[in-house]
Nanobody
Framework: QVQLVESGGDLVQAGGSLRLSCAVS????????MAWYRQAPGKQREFVAV???????NYGDSVKGRFIISRDNAKNTVYLQMNGLKPEDTAVYYC?????????WGQGTQVTVSS
């Protein structure tokens, strides 16, 4: 059974930092592109960051220079380090990969940034 389980979401003040984790099981994690997306109420799901099996990264424009995606293949875990948080970062954050052409999503973790 494939599982993606996010954790680390919290309430944080603007300007603060937070690290999200996504623990993956049921697939060959080291061969997978892993991504983070986020969704606020009433808005479309938005791409945040992606990391390739080789460790190359890319980021959405709204988070460039503030967020860092990383992975630990020994722990089957992908991370999202979020710095300089803004109220507009408030959203449910989802971990995502693709298996046999189908997207696989975690359940999400809530990040709330207060003014």
């Amino acid at each position: 059974q494939v599982q993606l389980v996010e954790s680390g979401g919290d309430l944080v003040q603007a300007g603060g930092s937070l690290r999200l984790s996504c623990a993956v099981s049921g697939l060959d994690f080291s061969s997978q592109h892993m991504a983070w997306y986020r969704q606020a109420p009433g808005k479309q799901r938005e791409f945040v960051a992606v990391i390739t099996p080789g460790g190359s990264t890319n980021y959405g424009d709204s988070v460039k220079g503030r967020f860092i995606i990383s992975r630990d293949n020994a722990k089957n875990t992908v991370y999202l380090q979020m710095n300089g948080l803004k109220p507009e970062d408030t959203a449910v954050y989802y971990c995502k990969t693709t298996l046999r052409g189908e997207p696989r999503w975690g359940q999400g973790t809530q990040v709330t940034v207060s003014s």
